[in-house]
Every structure is written in C-alpha cells, then in structure tokens.
C-alpha cells in the first residue's frame, strides 16, 4: 500500500508499507513504461542494478506479463574488478540468476569481472556511444552512491561514460552487510561503473531503496544538499525519476 507520495524538487517519492510492497509496485510502473515505450520504439536499451535491494523488484518484473522482452538489449551499471567470470558475487551473474535468464533479452551485454577493465570500459563505452539507454533501474548505496559512483569518485559533470574506481570502505562493508562477502577482505577494491552523467542519460528512472541499512542516504538524496557528497541527490534534478522507498528505508522522511 502507498503510504506517501510527493516530489523533492523534481524527484517524484513514492513510500509504500512494506518491501513486497514497494518492488512490486515499482515493477508494475516499470512494466507499463516498457510496453509503452515498445509502443513507439523497435526496441529499447534498459541498464540494471544488482544488489539483494533489488531483489523483490527483479522477480515482479521477470514475471510481469505482455512484455515483448525480444526488443528490450540489457546492460547493466557497474561490475567488480578482479573476480572470477563465474564468482557468485559478480553483478552480471547475479543478474543473470535474478532476471537476464529467465525472459528471452534481445541481448544482454555483461562488463566481466575477470577481463581487464579498461578493455571492459572501451568496449561497454562503444555500446553506448551507439544505443542511447531508454530506461535505467537502479538502487542507493548507504554512503549514498549510485552505481559504484561512491562520494570520493562522484562528479556530476563526468566526462567519461564509464571508469574504473576504487571503492570507499562504507561501499565495500556494505557488500558485507548485505551478505555476499563474508569479510572486507574479500571484497575486491576495485570496480568499473557506468558514470552518474551516463546513468542520467536516459528517458526514466526507476530507483528501488527498500530497508533501514538505507535510511541515512535516503534522507541525504532527499533533503540534503544536492552535492557529490551524496551522488544520489543528483536524482532531484530529474523530473523523469521515481524514488520507491518502504517505510524502513524511509522513517527519516515520512
């Protein structure tokens, strides 16, 4: 159920009572999005998010009906550096298990954890040189980022579409938290992700924040300064972009 509902500047916010809630709902926007824009287009180009936040979202998706997913090419935004191609953690396999094979893409196109990553940057940069994304999905991070675009890398007028970085230690203990490492040694320090000017580049924005881990920087993207300190506050100069939030992650701002 929709709890609250208003904008932040140009950010639309949407509170909903549960996490269920909240992915399903945001699944369902996203669905009606896609059609229409299928309506109207050949085909599409959509950018993902993988992390467990996206986890509800990503099954009402896979599982929404009347979606032509044969004119829809998948990318997703950020990748770690220095992992095995077939390591559990990987973004791109974790999306393969979560949506990228269970609806038939028109392709998928994966960064690779195990590649060098300024081929991977070379390669992913063509991709988008060529094909403008129509639709981005994605999460926040707790320091607020988006993508692996943490605090000290974040720059709102980057002239690159994509980089390698390295990953604050906030981001990398959240990849803990979150249980896909069993310490901060293991999780890799580096990662290529698509920039904050890149992920904005699009028609529309769906970003999904469930839980109270996510509290903090949800209220800094919402009431905050809008500053690289917390790259997620960039969202409140995009009128083309929804913010769903359950009510954990959201007791700061209802």
């Avoid at 500047?9 to 009572?17: A, F, N, P, Q, T």
């Avoid at 699944?27 to 993988?50: D, Q």
């Avoid at 935004?77 to 390591?87: F, N, Q, R, T």
């Avoid at 990228?100 to 081929?119: C, H, L, M, N, R």
Wanted: aromatic residues 8%.
């Amino acid at each position: 159920m929709l709890e609250k509902s208003f904008k932040a500047d140009k950010l639309d916010v949407k509170i909903y009572d549960t996490r269920r809630n909240m992915g399903v709902e945001a699944a369902r926007e996203a669905t009606g999005c896609i059609k229409e824009m299928l309506s109207r287009k050949k085909e599409i180009y959509m950018v993902f998010a993988a992390a467990p936040s996206q986890n509800e979202f990503l099954e009402a998706l896979a599982a929404a009906e009347g979606i032509d997913w044969s004119r829809v090419h998948a990318l997703h935004m950020d990748e770690y550096v220095d992992l095995p191609d077939d390591a559990p953690q990987g973004f791109g396999n974790f999306l393969r298990r979560a949506i990228f094979d269970k609806v038939p893409f028109a392709s998928v196109e994966y960064i690779g954890t195990g590649s060098d990553p300024e081929e991977s940057c070379r390669r992913y940069d063509e991709i988008l040189s060529r094909n403008r994304v129509d639709i981005v999905c994605m999460g926040i991070g707790e320091n607020g980022h988006i993508a692996f675009n943490d605090p000290h890398v974040a720059d709102f007028k980057d002239p690159k579409r994509i980089k390698k970085v390295d990953l604050d230690e906030v981001c990398r203990q959240q990849q803990v938290n979150d249980g896909c490492f069993a310490s901060l040694d293991d999780v890799p320090r580096y990662a290529v992700t698509l920039t904050i000017p890149a992920l904005l580049d699009t028609d529309r924005i769906f970003c999904v924040v469930p839980a109270a881990s996510k509290a903090n920087a949800v209220k800094a993207a919402v009431t905050g300064p809008v500053s690289e300190k917390c790259p997620s506050s960039i969202l409140r100069t995009c009128s083309y972009a929804t913010l769903y939030a359950d009510a954990d992650s959201a007791k700061y701002i209802l």
